[in-house]
């Protein structure tokens, strides 16, 4: 059952504003964002099996689009829940895939939907060797 609600995971905004058109013109807009805090991901590579490892995880929002298992294969990533990205990501590669990473390199930062979301995801890469342990 899908229930239009916004309180349980994600705050929805509901903002207005006024934009100057090109003309000059001024007009006033009405839009909705869902603010859900910002996140990282890492790409966790190893050279040794020339690999990447990825995780499993369910969906919800896959699931109510189509996809009858909900389930996705993804780079390991989380929200930041107050760190900084680079602590973040190290705490979820731990939790996530059993690699404690001690080095993580920032290859850039976007907005993943900013037509809809507020998020900035940041982005990392880190080398896995023998040992479960980054270089």
Same mark, same amino acid.
């Not at 689009?65 to 190290?90: H, V, Y």
């Not at 080095?103 to 940041?122: H, N, R």
């Given at each position: 059952?899908?229930?239009?609600?916004?309180?349980?995971?994600?705050?929805?905004?509901?903002?207005?504003?006024?934009?100057?058109?090109?003309?000059?013109?001024?007009?006033?807009?009405?839009?909705?964002?869902?603010?859900?805090?910002?996140?990282?991901?890492?790409?966790?590579?190893?050279?040794?099996?020339? !690999? /990447?490892?990825?995780?499993?995880? %369910?969906?919800?929002?896959?699931?109510?689009? $189509? *996809?009858? =298992?909900?389930?996705?294969?993804?780079?390991?990533?989380?929200?930041?829940?107050?760190?900084?990205?680079?602590?973040?990501?190290?705490?979820?590669?731990?939790?996530?895939?059993?690699?404690?990473?001690?080095?993580?390199?920032?290859?850039?930062?976007?907005?993943?939907?900013?037509? !809809? /979301?507020?998020?900035?995801?940041? %982005?990392?890469?880190?080398?896995?060797?023998? $040992? *479960?342990? =980054?270089?």
């Amino acid at each position: 059952m899908i229930q239009n609600s916004s309180d349980n995971w994600y705050t929805l905004k509901k903002i207005s504003f006024d934009r100057i058109k090109k003309d000059g013109s001024v007009t006033r807009e009405n839009r909705e964002a869902y603010d859900r805090g910002n996140g990282a991901t890492i790409l966790l590579y190893n050279p040794q099996d020339k !690999s /990447v490892i990825l995780t499993r995880q %369910f969906r919800m929002p896959t699931y109510i689009n $189509g *996809n009858d =298992s909900g389930m996705l294969i993804e780079s390991c990533a989380g929200l930041l829940d107050k760190d900084n990205p680079e602590d973040c990501i190290k705490r979820e590669t731990e939790e996530e895939t059993g690699y404690k990473v001690s080095s993580v390199e920032k290859v850039f930062e976007a907005y993943m939907s900013p037509g !809809s /979301v507020t998020e900035i995801l940041y %982005f990392f890469y880190c080398c896995i060797f023998q $040992g *479960n342990e =980054s270089e």
